[in-house]
């Protein structure tokens, strides 16, 4: 993991080495992040639920339309605020994330502050799986110890609360069907076996590769 301030090739902190290539690239959706990391559907359900149940009480003790209005305002602002926050953030997030696949690796640039470029060789990818929702998906990896992320530096591009053992996740692909394709390719490829005739099935998450054939 590195943070770098100059790419002389958009994704990656430095040149390719000879025999490496880029394979494929792609960026998350911010409307994919909002709704699928980040919930943001939920997120207004619970502020109109409480800004409701506001009201409700204000009518059930006697209170006046106006004085029930007045009682969801605070926490309509208040989701308001929250809502704005997060879509600001994925928009960001989207914006500075640029996923690559190589014939030798994954790197992943990420971080909206602090940009910081992860590399992902092939050797330390124990399986990749595709979990595909309605116009898009995410590609989960599993690491083979003992190669490890930051889950302070790659977060949000991790599976849950998995803190002991991050797993990265390329999230919100509109392509990823496509990328997993791709992937799955050229970790046969790397680990010498049969190339899969499609990524994945329908399942989530179905695997790229059997687990443990990415070994070196």
């Given at each position: 993991m590195r943070e770098h301030e100059h790419e002389?090739?958009?994704?990656?902190?430095?040149?390719?080495?000879?025999?490496?290539t880029v394979l494929w690239q792609g960026t998350p959706s911010w409307?994919?992040?909002?709704?699928?990391?980040?919930?943001?559907?939920?997120?207004?359900?619970?502020?109109?639920?409480?800004?409701?149940?506001?009201?409700?009480?204000?009518?059930?003790?006697?209170?006046s339309p106006g004085a029930a209005a007045a009682a969801m305002a605070w926490p309509l602002a208040l989701g308001a605020g929250v809502l704005g926050l997060v879509t600001g953030f994925c928009i960001l997030a989207a914006r500075s994330t640029l996923y690559t696949i190589t014939n030798r690796r994954l790197v992943l640039r990420v971080g909206v502050a602090l940009p910081t470029t992860v590399n992902l060789p092939f050797a330390s990818i124990r399986n990749a799986g595709l979990r595909p929702w309605r116009g898009g998906g995410d590609i989960l990896l599993t690491?083979?110890?003992?190669?490890?992320?930051?889950?302070?530096?790659?977060?949000?591009?991790?599976?849950?609360?998995?803190?002991?053992q991050p797993q990265p996740v390329l999230r919100a692909l509109p392509d990823a069907e496509v990328a997993g394709r791709i992937l799955a390719r050229a970790l046969a490829t790397h680990a010498a076996l049969p190339v899969p005739g499609r990524a994945m099935p329908a399942s989530a998450p179905a695997p790229v590769v059997p687990p443990g054939t990415a070994t070196a």
């Open positions: 002389p090739f958009p994704g990656l902190p430095e040149a390719l080495p000879a025999g490496e409307t994919g992040l909002a709704r699928r990391t980040f919930r943001i559907g939920w997120l207004a359900a619970y502020f109109g639920a409480i800004a409701a149940w506001g009201a409700a009480a204000v009518l059930q003790e006697g209170g690491l083979l110890p003992p190669h490890r992320v930051s889950y302070a530096g790659l977060w949000p591009h991790l599976r849950g609360l998995r803190v002991a």
